[in-house]
Each structure stands twice: as C-alpha cells, then as structure tokens.
C-alpha cells in the first residue's frame, strides 16, 4: 500500500481591525492587554495572563465561565516577529488535565494603511499534536466545508 | 478506526471521491468518469473508503451506488468545530477590546 503521507488539520482566520498594526501587536503582546480579551467564549471572564514575550517562552492564559473551574492555556513561543508576526505551540488544561486537541498558531498582522490591520491567524493540528487522542485523526485543508456538505447529504 | 480513516483520506484520488460523495450519491460509473483511470483502480479505491467505513455501498436496480457515511468524520469535526468557536469568540472580544479603549 501506498505511504501514510502527513496530514494536518488548517483553519485559517482572517479579520481586519480598525487599528493600527502596533495596536494590534500590543494587544497580542502585551499581558495586561491579554487580560482583557483572550478568553474562548463569550460568557467567558480572564482570570490572569502571563508572558513572556522571547522564542521558548510562555505565555499562559487561564479563563473560562465564572464560577466554574478555569482553562488554563499553556503556550511556548516559536517565533516572534515585532511587528508582524507571532507563533506558538501550546495545550489547554482544566483542572490538571489536557483537553484533546492541542495546536500551533501563527498569528499574522499586516498594515493595510490608514490605521486598518488585517490579522490572519492560522491554527494548525498536526499528528504529534493528535497523538495523544485517539490515534491519527483525519483532517483535509477546508474539511469544515466539506463536513457541512456531508452532513447534508447524508441526511434523508 | 481512525487509522483506517486516515489512510483513506491521505489519498488525493480518494478525497476528490469523497469530496464528490458530499454533493450526494454516485454511482460507480457516474465516480470513475470523473476521474483519469480505469475503472478497477476506481473501484479499489471505493473500498478502501467502505472499509474505513467512509462510504456504503448500496444497490439500486441493477446500479451500485455509493454514498457518504459522515460519522468517521466526527472527531475532525469536533476539532475543527471547538478551534472555530474559541477563535470567534476570542477575535470578537479583541475586536470588542480595541474599540472599547481610547488609545492607551
């Protein structure tokens, strides 16, 4: 049989901003700014950031909803590019323990002018990231796509 | 399980199947059209997908068809449907925090 060929799972966000680009880098960088909108639900309250804003560095995160036991997001930096660009790798925990599905990101930040920046953040599951799981889990570049196509038409 | 889905879907010619089963049912014949080779290299193909369960095949009359089965897919959906919650949210509220200050 043919070679198990690497396979990642991408999801690309793409978002501009009414700011300008060291705005944005701030606003990346920057722990108390963290503080104010790294969170991953909207009913959701930031409890502390960390950074540490050089390569091998961290940069830890815990939030979640009020009240109920805290995420705790564990980052290393792996590359950092003032004012430009910003990647890491990292898990999350609750409670001590890993939550399936840790990733790398790269955050991309260009100046459109005009104090406008586009952020392009790519999040990338790879199967060391997987390993953990179940094993290997297949992903193809835009399967959201394709999943909602297949829902459908595996729906009567 | 999963591996079989894997390898299933590290196959380009395998996904272009795939990706044309998600538009609804095929027949054999109506798959291999579309694609440059014989219809024996087609249909092995095709059974590599039923046997990481990613397809059915049924009949119908005297057509084999084949369908999509969506459930193997589940846990690269689950993946792909928690980054994009926590990533909308998150761009929202940076979103939200940048018109919120005045500068500082």
């Given amino acids: 049989m043919e070679k ?70 564990t980052n290393r930096y792996t590359e950092i590019v003032r004012p430009t660009r910003l990647a890491w790798e990292g898990e999350l925990t609750v409670d001590g323990r890993q939550v399936p599905g840790g990733a790398a990101s790269v955050v991309e930040l260009i100046d459109l002018g005009g104090g406008r920046t586009e952020l392009v953040l790519t999040n990338t599951g790879d199967e060391d990231l997987w390993r953990h799981r179940e094993g290997w889990i297949p992903c193809l570049n835009s399967l959201d796509r394709l999943l909602a196509a297949a829902d459908a038409a595996a729906s009567p | 399980m999963l591996n079989d889905v894997f390898h299933a879907l590290a196959d380009p010619t395998r996904r272009i199947l795939v990706e044309r089963l998600t538009h609804g049912p095929a027949s054999v014949s109506e798959l291999a059209t579309a694609l440059p080779m014989s219809l024996p290299a087609v249909m092995q193909h095709l059974a590599v997908l039923d046997e990481a369960g990613l397809t059915v095949s049924e009949k119908r009359g005297r057509v084999r068809w084949r369908r999509l089965k ?35």
């Fill in chain 1, 4 to 73: 198990r060929s690497r396979m990642e799972c991408v999801l690309v966000f793409r978002r501009i901003y009414d700011a300008p680009i060291e705005r944005l880098w701030r606003a990346w960088t920057d722990p108390a700014e963290l503080g104010r909108w790294y969170l991953a639900g909207d009913d959701h309250v930031i409890h502390f950031a960390e950074v540490d804003l050089r390569v091998g560095g961290r940069f830890r995160v815990s939030f979640g909803q009020p009240g109920k036991t805290p995420y705790i997001e």
């Fill in chain 2, 70 to 104: 969506a459930e193997p897919l589940a846990a690269a959906e689950a993946w792909i449907g928690d980054r994009r919650r926590l990533w909308n949210a998150r761009l929202d509220a940076l979103e939200r925090h940048l018109k919120s200050d005045t500068g500082g």
